[in-house]
């Protein structure tokens, strides 16, 4: 089935981000949308509101707010799964003990767990709440099965 999802290019790894572009294409996904933009302090807590009162959640909106990040929506069968596969574990250190060719093992910082190179919907609901995030003014259609 084909979705939408959204990817992340974190401050990390914005300098990399022609090699993680890469891989989205090498992976054969559609770029729909892309946009490159600081976040403010109110942004990043509002797309993290789920991490509120974590204990890593002050210094991730330390970090997501320190750089420009890359918001790109992509498109492709079972997107949402495939590009959380392609990232690999959320921690960098397990990344690159389980997936040492996922993106987050080879650009995330093995030492910080908040610097993790890159971000993907965890499923349809966040996907469409993380897509109208960064494009608010933006008409998707919807795609044939399911979003
Ligand atoms: P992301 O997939 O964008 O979603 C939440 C983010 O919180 C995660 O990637 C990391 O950047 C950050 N983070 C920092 N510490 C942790 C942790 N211990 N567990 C999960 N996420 C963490």
Same mark, same amino acid.
């Given at each position: 089935?084909?979705?939408?999802? $959204?990817?992340?290019?974190?401050?990390?790894?914005? %300098?990399?981000?022609?090699?993680?572009?890469?891989?989205?294409?090498? !992976?054969?996904?559609?770029?729909?949308?892309?946009?490159?933009?600081?976040?403010?302090?109110?942004?990043? !807590?509002?797309?993290?509101? !789920?991490?509120?009162?974590?204990?890593?959640?002050?210094? $991730?909106?330390?970090?997501?707010?320190?750089?420009?990040? /890359?918001? /790109?929506? /992509?498109?492709?069968? %079972?997107?949402?799964?495939?590009?959380?596969?392609? $990232?690999?574990?959320?921690?960098?250190?397990?990344?690159?003990?389980?997936?040492?060719?996922?993106?987050?093992?080879?650009?995330?910082?093995?030492?910080?767990?908040?610097?993790?190179?890159?971000?993907?919907?965890?499923?349809?609901?966040?996907?469409?709440?993380?897509?109208?995030?960064?494009?608010? %003014? $933006?008409?998707? !259609?919807?795609?044939?099965?399911?979003?």
């Amino acid at each position: 089935k084909i979705q939408r999802t $959204l990817a992340m290019i974190k401050p990390d790894a914005i %300098d990399n981000s022609p090699d993680i572009e890469k891989v989205i294409m090498d !992976e054969g996904f559609t770029v729909v949308e892309r946009r490159r933009v600081r976040l403010t302090r109110p942004e990043a !807590e509002e797309f993290y509101g !789920e991490h509120r009162g974590k204990s890593f959640y002050s210094s $991730l909106i330390e970090y997501m707010t320190s750089g420009e990040v /890359l918001a /790109l929506i /992509l498109a492709g069968d %079972d997107a949402i799964t495939h590009w959380r596969k392609v $990232l690999g574990p959320t921690q960098v250190s397990r990344a690159r003990e389980e997936a040492p060719e996922s993106i987050r093992a080879r650009f995330g910082d093995p030492d910080n767990d908040s610097n993790n190179a890159v971000h993907g919907s965890d499923s349809v609901t966040s996907a469409q709440r993380e897509i109208k995030f960064f494009f608010p %003014d $933006l008409t998707l !259609e919807p795609v044939l099965t399911g979003e």
